[in-house]
């Protein structure tokens, strides 16, 4: 089964933590503006979304993908997982059509991080070098495995 990340038409291009990732852009994502969240730490979520009163929280990443308190970010992008979503805060972001972009899946070497999904399955070889595209489904898991590892403030 190939992954999302090679079927799609549009691809979000990402930006946080001096790092450039493209995340396959599908119906389920939802983006957020930062004044459109409840901005305070919940856990080591940085920001919130509420979605009839449920909380989805979001998480500033570092660059070895660790959640951190604090982040330059303009903007949360939600995956819905399994409804109940996890977004990840973003520097900035846009959208790129696919068909300049050549994304080639591939299978991750070694174990699977904690969150039990591999959090990239597909490349694309820019000018600028080698971009990692984002395991929707591997995302969601490590931000979900991140909430619960760091507990929520509540």
Not at 83 to 91: A, K
Not at 118 to 126: I, N
């Amino acid at each position: 089964m190939r992954p999302v990340a090679t079927q799609v038409r549009h691809y979000l291009e990402i930006g946080f933590a001096g790092a450039r990732y493209l995340l396959p852009n599908v119906p389920h994502l939802v983006v957020e503006p930062r004044e459109n969240l409840t901005v305070r730490p919940l856990g080591l979520a940085a920001a919130q979304r509420v979605v009839s009163g449920v909380v989805w929280p979001a998480f500033a990443l570092d660059a070895a993908l660790e959640p951190v308190e604090e982040a330059n970010w303009t903007r949360a992008v939600f995956l819905d997982a399994t409804r109940r979503g996890v977004g990840i805060l973003v520097e900035d972001m846009r959208l790129l059509a696919a068909e300049p972009l050549r994304i080639e899946a591939f299978s991750p070497l070694g174990p699977l991080p904690p969150g039990g999904q591999p959090l990239f399955d597909a490349a694309s070889m820019q000018t600028e070098g080698l971009i990692l595209v984002f395991s929707l489904d591997g995302l969601a898991a490590h931000l979900l495995y991140q909430e619960r590892r760091h507990g929520r403030a509540e």
